[in-house]
C-alpha cells in the first residue's frame, strides 16, 4: 500500500509544480495539484491496477497510458479529428493544450513508474527495499502534500488591501464608480489614485500586467480601519483590447469593511479628483448593476 501511495502522491506532485513554476506563481500549486491527483485517482489509477493484472510493466505502455490520462478530459477526440479544410492556425491553437496536459500526464506517469520501480513492485531491481523504505517515501510524499495545502495560509495577503484578510467570505463596496476612460489613460489613473492615496494617507499597490496578450489594471489603496479603493479591469489582444462589459469603462469600487459611513467623505475626494482630471467621465453603478445619480451614490448626508 504505502509504494502506491507514493507513487500516486508523487505522479501528481511534480506536474503541479512545474504548472506553477511555468506560470512563475506558487499560489497556484494547490489548485494544480487537486487537479492532477484528481487524474491520478479517477484515471490514472484504475489503469495501473490493469497494468498490474496484466504485468505490464513496460516504461513506453506507461508513457502512453498516462498521456492519455493528461489528454483526454481536454478533448483529445478534438485533436486527433485532423485540421478543417480551413483555419489550420485556429485548430492548431486549440489542440495544443491537449498536448501539453498530455505531456504532463506523461510526465507523472514518468514519475509514477519511477516509484514503484524504486519500491521493487516492478521486479527491476535486485533487491526489494525494506518496508521502512517504502514506509518512509510514502510519509515523505504525504508531507509534501500537505506542504501544498498548506501555501494558501503561507501565501495569503494579510495587509489592508485584502479585503478578506479578516475572515470574512464576502465583501459588498460602499460605492461602484464606472470611470469613462480609454486605456491608454491606465497610467494616468495609476498616477491619480497613487498620489490620492499619498495625500490621503493610504497604503498603496499597483498588481498591474503589461503583456501583449493581455493588460490587467490592478490598483489598491487602504487603510488599516478598513478604507479600500479598488480599480480592477483586463483587456485581451485577441478581443482587441474591448472592455469586459461593452460600454463600461473601468471599474471602481470603494470599501468601507468597518461598516459605517467613513467611506463618504473618501468617496467625495476621490470622485472630485476624477471630474477634475476627466470632466463628465464619472458615472456610478448601483448594487443592481445599473446606473444611478450622483445624489444616490453619494448622499450628501450621512447615513
Known amino acids: ?22 506560470l512563475q506563481d506558487v499560489r497556484l500549486l494547490p489548485a494544480a495539484f487537486a487537479i492532477t491527483l484528481g487524474h491520478a485517482v479517477i484515471f490514472g489509477l484504475p489503469i495501473a491496477l490493469l497494468f498490474r493484472a496484466r504485468r505490464w510493466t513496460r516504461l513506453s505502455a506507461v508513457l502512453a497510458s498516462a498521456f492519455l490520462v493528461g489528454a483526454i478530459p481536454l478533448g483529445l477526440p478534438t485533436s486527433l479529428r485532423g485540421p478543417p479544410a480551413e483555419g489550420l492556425a485556429d485548430w492548431l491553437a486549440e489542440i495544443w493544450p491537449v498536448w501539453a496536459f498530455g505531456l504532463l500526464g506523461a510526465i507523472g506517469g514518468f514519475v509514477f513508474w519511477l516509484t514503484l520501480r524504486s519500491c521493487g513492485l516492478l521486479g527491476a531491481v535486485p533487491e526489494t527495499p525494506s518496508r521502512r523504505w517504502n514506509v518512509a517515501l510514502a510519509g515523505f510524499a504525504a508531507v509534501a502534500a500537505l506542504a501544498v495545502a498548506a501555501v494558501p495560509g503561507m501565501t495569503k495577503d494579510r495587509s ?13 463596496p460602499s460605492l461602484n464608480v464606472d470611470l469613462d476612460i480609454p486605456m491608454d489613460d491606465w497610467s494616468t489613473l495609476t498616477t491619480l489614485i497613487e498620489d490620492f492615496a499619498a495625500s490621503h494617507g493610504m497604503s498603496f499597490q499597483n498588481a498591474g500586467i503589461d503583456k501583449p496578450e493581455v493588460k490587467t489594471l490592478g490598483l489598491s489603496a487602504c487603510t488599516e480601519q478598513g478604507l479600500v479603493i479598488s480599480a480592477n479591469d483586463q483587456r485581451w489582444a485577441a478581443q482587441n483590447y474591448a472592455p469586459i462589459l461593452p460600454g463600461r469603462g473601468v471599474p471602481i469600487s470603494v470599501f468601507d469593511l468597518s461598516g459605517g459611513d467613513a467611506w463618504q467623505p473618501l468617496a467625495r475626494d476621490l470622485a472630485a479628483a476624477f471630474d477634475s482630471q476627466w470632466p463628465e467621465k464619472v458615472r456610478f453603478i448601483g448594487r443592481d448593476g445599473r446606473a444611478v445619480s450622483r445624489s444616490e451614490a453619494l448622499p450628501s448626508n450621512p447615513r
Open 160 to 172: 489592508c488591501h485584502n479585503v478578506f484578510r479578516d475572515g470574512r467570505s464576502s465583501a459588498g
Open 1 to 22: 500500500m504505502f509504494p502506491w501511495i507514493a507513487a500516486a502522491l508523487f505522479g501528481a506532485l511534480v506536474p503541479a509544480v512545474i504548472v506553477a513554476g511555468l
